[in-house]
């Protein structure tokens, strides 16, 4: 008999803090509100069903108990329930486990289940299915049910999440691990925006079919694929990341047609634009399945990649499934111009030189190397040249060709953007993520810079920041009398460096516009510092919160 939900409040005593802990089990069967003034902790399956909406404040922190198998932990949003997960770019919600406690790091992935939402959008499954591992606790499909005939079902709005440490096994069978975030049929009418997925022992995410549509996505450091699409996804997805570890590690992108029948219809068909998936490094050769590529087409998927950059990997860059005999891969959806990767970069392939040896067969080389799609083999130009793991950035730098020549699928749901990949110079992860938390990203703030070149000084001038004081962002104002190489750090009044906006960067004449965004920092005065050539000039700005 499923439990029903209970709530334990507990109060966690800390030195000169203290905040309410609720334990939530069983079901949530009418609207709830999660508050940030109250850490929450799942125990055990939790369902949030019977039609019900839950809401999460920004800056709310969930953890899952320990458990694995039947006793395994995870949030479910039923076909039909709602979720409200509306965090910030200051205050994001996070999912995470019970044993975080600051100490955990990227490896230590499968601490718990993840987060699924299941819906009523469809599929190419014959009939509705219970979704992997969940089968295994409970068959009911009022709560592990998903598939139906709503394109545009509505499961609710994520925004500002982080999910952090997922993974574990759930059910009785081994192999059943659940994504970070698992989508089983969830419809266009769900807004899915700036999520992580950190360190999850399977999957970053996974579309089991659906119609979803998702923007600014990030896999950072899980041990299989960052993104893995199965039974007839058709969803259109723009901004997605994927960075790969040095160690256990599957695919970028697994991308299967469907989970039974390949010739089930609808065949899957995602479009994508501006992605950047980056692989372990060229010469690293990860343990995980799917070592031998960074994107994989099988099972009679079709698709579609705009504008994106992919690099760094031992192996293939593209792998298409053919199979003539005995199955059914991917190879006739690329002959019927049903999948294409278009305008689209590739670098870094175990040293290879020769464009047409990063696909895993001719057929496969001499449809995405053709002239007429745009895709070429060069450096995409990252901000940073060295970009390890202690140190990641990829946006673009100044001098980056992959600045211009975007082709924006013609489609309301894109962003219209002039640059490949996910990132231009805006760095979107930086400040709400695990990757910022645990000191991956190279600095912390995000900046925009916006040159004009006719207001041409006769020598260097940085400007009052404006507005000042500040909350938590400000726009910094130089100007250069000639093209040349400058950098602009912000420092704190013991002379600490906190954070650099223009890193030795080649900016044109002109007056140049960077936006601070100082949400990780605390209140007080600090220096900003521009350097170029035999010049620096310093001024100093209040950040009042």
Known sequence: MLKRLQILFVFLLLPFVSMAQVTVTGQITSDTYWTADTEYILDGIVYVTNGASLYIEAGTVIKAEDGQDVDATALVITRGSKIFAEGTATDPIIFTSINDDGSLTKDDTGEWGGVII??????????????????????DPALAGYGGTDPMDNSGVMRYVSIRYSGVNVGQDSGNEIQGLTLGAVGAGTTLEYIESFASKDDGYEFFGGTVNTKYMISAFVEDDGFDWDQGFSGKGQFWFVIQDTDETGRAAEMDGAGGDETGRPYAFPVISNATYIGPGSTEVPGGDGSGELLM?????????????????????????????????SRARLEADSLNIMNSIFFDFGGETNFANIFNDTFAA?????????????????????AAIGGLDYRLALNSSAWTGAVIPDDDFFTEVSFKGAFGQSNWLAGWTALTAYGHITGSTITEIETIAEDVPTSIELKQNYPNPFNPSTKITFALPSTQKVSLKVYDMLGREVATLVNNQTISAGSTTVNFDASSLSSGVYIYRLVGGNTVVTRKMTLIK
């Not at 819906?119 to 992997?132: A, H, Y």
């Not at 895709?375 to 901000?383: L, Y």
């Open 366 to 386: 001499d449809h995405f190397t053709a002239t007429s799609t745009g895709n070429v083999m060069a450096d995409p130009g990252f901000a940073l040249t060295n």
């Open 118 to 139: 299941l819906g009523k959008s469809i599929t190419n499954n014959d009939t509705e299915k219970l979704v992997e591992g969940l089968n295994q606790i409970e068959t």
């Open 297 to 329: 087409f099988r099972d009679n998927t079709g698709g579609e990649y705009h504008n994106s950059i992919f690099a760094s990997h031992s192996g293939d860059a593209v792998h298409v499934e053919d199979k003539n005999a005995g199955g059914i891969g």
